[in-house]
């Protein structure tokens, strides 16, 4: 529920409300509610917010199947809650054993833009959905995410994510590791004292299920 905070403000001047959201009964929009799959995610770093595009490699050509948008404390939080959900799997159904990828240590890693050169980018998901909560399970086999938008009045899923659960490890890995990153470059502006307005150097993406630049390893 979404409940504003006391005021009384007059008629004729202005005002403004806290509201305290909770994405507990959140909305799930129809054309929301059967998700999609992935096989994986690469993750990319912007000045002031974190794009997480959601692979689906299966077929060809290789696809983005949905794009989020989370501001960096979102980041922080999605990656509690999948460590907490990791954590309860393995108690219950045992530890998750992740494939052997073969990696070649001659080939250098691509840049963002050769990856994405390999991806299908529909125009529909291109501008990404907008999420400032998650809300994660799990069964035996498979990871659910609920990205969620808790806006005045009601909150609502913006986007439903489906994964295997060596990808939600692979996922955890390459979201740890990319705000790592982005932890340390805030701590060096502030050290540097750099301007707010100056712009943030070029963050290459980790990708949770193949070759990035910097990405942990596979």
């Known amino acids: 529920m979404t409940e ?7 008629e004729n001047t202005p005002h403004s409300q ?23 995610a690469v993750v990319l770093q912007g000045q002031h917010e974190f794009i997480v595009d959601f692979l689906l490699r299966m077929q060809q050509p290789q696809q983005v199947a949905a794009r989020l948008v989370l501001p960096a404390p979102v980041v922080a939080q999605l990656i509690a809650a999948l460590q907490d959900n990791i954590q309860k799997y393995e108690q ?39 999420a400032n909560a998650v809300m994660i399970g799990h069964s035996a086999s498979e990871f659910s995410l609920d990205f969620i938008t808790t806006f005045f009045p009601r909150s609502a899923v ?10 939600a490890r692979r996922l955890l ?9 982005f932890q340390q470059r ?7 004292d750099a ?24």
């Open 158 to 167: 913006s986007s439903r994510v489906f994964m295997a659960a060596p990808n």
């Open 195 to 218: 301007p707010p307005s100056a712009a943030a150097p070029e963050t290459p993406p980790d990708a949770t299920d193949g070759p990035s630049n910097d990405g942990p390893p596979e």
């Open 18 to 40: 806290e509201v305290r959201h909770s994405h507990v009964g959140a909305l799930v929009p129809a054309h929301v509610a059967r998700g999609v799959f992935t096989t994986g």
């Open 173 to 181: 890995d390459s979201l740890k590791h990319s705000f790592s990153q």
């Open 92 to 130: 219950r159904y045992g530890a998750i054993h992740m494939p052997a990828v073969p990696q070649n240590s001659d080939q250098p890693r691509p840049s963002a833009q050769e990856i994405y050169d390999t991806l299908k980018l529909a125009e529909d998901v291109q501008s990404g959905a907008y």
């Open 4 to 10: 504003p905070s006391p005021s009384d403000p007059s």
């Open 186 to 192: 805030q701590q060096q502006a502030t050290t540097n």
